[in-house]
């Protein structure tokens, strides 16, 4: 652990967890009262027995990011935009700490990452299970930390006032 936000509580919470047999109140450390997706993802790195396993994951996610801007880059762009993006991302001095630790911000990124980039494909496609995929990752990012929340209600009001729009012009918008 190199961050004291992972050794205070982001690797301990589910410690913690894992010696109560199950999700229990810690009355001691008050963020085991807020979103707790990362740290269920946690739980289950340590409870294979690995101490790395978090960092990897928020490393992976970081890198999954950095793999979906070029990916979109270079399908509204080109080539050279999406090795650009990818690069600027990771050359960020915080993406570079970040995608060592144990810390949830990784996770945040790339889950608000993915759901907004889902909310834009609904937003070309007006599908519904667009839309679900969209709302369920915004839900994720929610689960990651309580700004995360933020991500839903966007799409969220982008949804309904693309439906609003649709209804007064007439249209219907497909539900598949």
């Keep these: 652990p190199l961050a004291w936000d992972e050794v205070s509580y982001h690797l301990p919470i589910p410690q913690l967890w894992i010696e109560a047999g199950g999700v229990v109140s810690i009355p001691t450390i008050v963020h085991s009262n807020w979103p ?14 690995s101490e790395i396993l978090p ?6 996610m970081v890198v999954l990011t950095a793999v979906g801007l ?18 600027l991302y990771l050359s960020m001095p915080m993406v570079k ?18 759901a907004l980039w889902a909310g834009y494909v609904w937003l070309k496609s007006q599908r519904g299970r667009d839309l679900i995929v969209a709302a369920l ?20 009001a982008v949804g309904l006032v693309g439906l609003l729009i649709r209804r007064r012009d007439g249209a219907r918008p497909p539900l598949v």
Excluded: C
Excluded at 36 to 49: D, I, Q
Excluded at 78 to 83: G, L, S
């Design 70 to 87: 070029a990916r979109l880059a270079r399908q509204q762009l080109d080539p050279t935009a999406a090795w650009l993006a990818a690069a």
């Design 137 to 156: 990752l915004g839900g994720l990012a929610a689960s990651v930390k309580l700004p995360g929340a933020a991500i839903p209600l966007a799409i969220g």
């Design 36 to 49: 707790a997706g990362m740290e269920m993802l946690n739980t289950l790195a340590l409870l294979m027995g």
């Design 97 to 114: 700490f970040l995608a060592g630790v144990a810390l949830i911000e990784g996770a945040l990124g790339f889950f608000g990452f993915v």
């Design 55 to 60: 960092h990897l994951i928020v490393t992976s």
